[in-house]
């Protein structure tokens, strides 16, 4: 079992940044992989990020590329989602997700933290 729990979130004005956190425990991360999905109100969960635990590899949609870095931090075991330049249509709820790398589903998902972009 992996728990996950998210931080961070708030209200922030269009072009302004903010960083997610998500703490992981319950087990090694060696063999996994780590993301943020966001789901917009009315809208279905979105794919945002993903990085390999080992290795470190990341990988970005389309819509925050150039904006949002993901990382992860080995001794404290958490991931960081950077996001700057944000904009009104980046408002949602993020979520952080774990899953074994060999998995084709997120399996754990931690609770949530709203992001607010005002206009």
């Known amino acids: 079992q992996v728990q996950l729990v998210e931080s961070g979130g708030g209200l922030v004005q269009a072009g302004g940044s903010l960083r997610l956190s998500c703490a992981a425990s319950?087990?090694?991360?060696?063999?996994?992989?780590m993301a943020w999905f966001r789901q917009a109100q009315g809208k279905e969960r979105e794919f945002v990020a993903h990085?390999?635990?080992?290795?470190?590899?990341?990988y970005y949609t389309d819509a925050i590329k150039g904006r949002f870095t993901i990382s992860r931090d080995n001794a404290k075991n958490a991931v960081y989602l950077q996001m700057n330049s944000l904009k009104p249509e980046d408002t949602a709820v993020y979520y952080c997700?774990?899953?074994?790398?060999?998995?084709?589903?997120?399996?754990?998902w931690g609770q949530g933290t709203q992001v607010t972009v005002s206009s």
């Open positions: 990085v390999v635990w080992s290795g470190g590899r990341t």
């Open positions: 319950g087990r090694t991360l060696s063999n996994h992989v």
């Open positions: 997700a774990a899953k074994i790398f060999s998995d084709s589903k997120y399996k754990y």
